[in-house]
């Protein structure tokens, strides 16, 4: 049966002309009138549909990369949804020179840790304000955008930081489990992300380097590798415990957070030495600006 043209919505053409138009079109970002006026001026110059949206003034090139994103399943967040922090650059600026160092932090960490069966790994920083909480969960968000089952688990019992990020409530979480207070399922799925989730730290402890040492972390750490393939743990900084090194210990691998301008070689060299002793590599190190 052939049916009359008029009765095919504006949208079923653009969608059959264009995925773009209709991701457009869903998205609100044109109207179907303006996908009409873009399909003419995509004929007559022979150009992509979004470079035609764009020469006639409907979107604008950030509108493009945001269409890139849901066409290949790279989700990341509006500048005007505020349900996470502004630190967690990686998913309000995925296309920023700061997110572009990031990824190549996240395709050597790939090459020379993940891609060795390993899967779990310890963000370790100096100072308090060396960012290695910020660090570890815009690492996650970036490690999630490649597809990657991961998870975040704030290891800080004595000062947590990602429940915040996250802007998640106070709940159960990394302590309550190793404690025997709780199981895994205090793990808590980011739903602005399709492959990352959040161990919290739980509820602050009076013993958090004891709980670390116990074999309940051995046997859930197994057990978190079999659900993940990526695995991070922010550890508090070394300047205020050293539990990053008990963590370094139990995953066996480290990447140090360093500040520039700040951070001292000889403090680096003392604490890679530190991390070997306790049978741990130092996987690589990250230099955050002042």
């Known amino acids: 049966m052939t049916l009359p043209i008029h009765s095919i919505p504006p949208a079923a053409k653009v969608t059959a002309a264009s995925s773009i138009g209709h991701v457009l079109l869903d998205m609100g970002k044109i109207t179907p009138e303006n996908a009409e006026a873009v399909l003419r001026l995509q004929k007559e110059k022979g150009v992509r549909f979004g470079e035609a949206a764009v020469q006639l003034g409907f979107i604008t090139e950030e509108d ?28 309000y600026e995925p296309f920023s020179p700061q997110v572009e160092a990031l990824r190549s932090v996240r395709s050597q960490l790939m090459l020379r840790w993940f891609a060795q069966a390993r899967k779990s790994l310890t963000v370790l920083s100096l100072e308090p304000g060396d960012d290695g909480a910020n660090l570890a969960s815009n690492l996650a968000v970036v490690f999630s955008q490649l597809g990657e089952r991961t998870l975040l688990v704030d290891a800080n019992m004595r000062n947590p930081r990602q429940q915040n990020i996250l802007s998640l409530a106070q709940r159960n979480g990394l302590s309550d489990v190793l404690a025997g207070r709780a199981e895994l399922d205090v793990i808590v ?14 509820t602050v402890p009076p013993n958090p380097q004891e709980l670390l040492g116990r074999d309940a972390f051995h046997r859930n750490r197994e057990a978190l590798e079999r659900m993940f393939d990526v695995v991070l743990y922010d550890a508090p900084p070394l300047a205020e415990s050293t539990d990053g090194l008990t963590l370094a210990a139990r995953t066996g691998g480290v990447l140090l957070v360093l500040r520039r301008n700040t951070t001292r070689y000889e403090d680096v060299a003392l604490v890679a030495d530190r991390i070997g002793q306790m049978g741990a590599a130092l996987v690589g190190t990250v230099m955050v600006d002042n």
């Open 64 to 91: 493009i990369q945001k269409v890139l994103a849901r066409q290949f399943d790279y989700p990341y967040l509006h500048s005007a949804d505020k349900r996470f922090s502004s630190k967690l650059v990686a998913a």
């Open 189 to 202: 799925p980011v739903d602005a992300f399709v492959s990352l989730s959040l161990l919290p730290a739980g």
